[in-house]
């Protein structure tokens, strides 16, 4: 975590540090048991050609957890997430390099929220996945 953001000095335009993942197929096996969420296409390269997908793909609820940890990392022990919503645009696959970033696009100085953008990009620079997060922050 670094240190705790306060509402009097973030601006629009502001980036928060991106996040970069670089998924495994045990990833994948391990979220499925952490989830329950046991759909083949997460983890049987076999299956998942046969659904007409280019082999295993990641679970939506995982690339959605770690675009909130963007969020989350950054707002320290006295933020609090306010909002959060994603929509998947793409697929992702294990063994591509995943940014996941979040920009400020509003601030709200009497509520003391920022609203961010928030987004997954893979290794060729296709943005997958798209949504926004509203956080509370403390002020000085």
């Known amino acids: ?3 705790q953001p306060f509402i009097d ?3 629009v335009g502001f980036e928060l ?3 970069v993942k670089r998924p495994t197929p045990r990833q994948l ?5 952490a989830s329950g969420d046991f759909y083949e296409i997460h983890y049987d390269k076999d299956f998942a050609i046969t659904q007409g997908l280019p082999g295993v793909i990641i679970h939506g609820a995982l690339k959605s957890a770690w675009i909130a940890q963007v969020v989350t990392d950054w707002m320290g022990a006295e933020g609090s997430l306010q909002s959060f919503s994603v929509r998947y645009r793409d697929m992702d696959v294990p063994g591509d390099t995943l940014t996941c970033s979040a920009k400020v696009v509003e601030k709200d100085e009497a509520a003391r ?3 961010c953008e928030i987004a997954m990009t893979n290794g060729a620079g296709s943005v997958t996945t798209t949504g926004e997060a509203v956080v509370a922050l403390p002020t000085h």
């Open 29 to 33: 096996v391990q979220y499925a048991g």
């Open 1 to 3: 975590m670094s240190e």
């Open 17 to 19: 540090p991106a996040l």
């Open 113 to 115: 929220t920022v609203r």
């Open 9 to 11: 000095d973030i601006n």
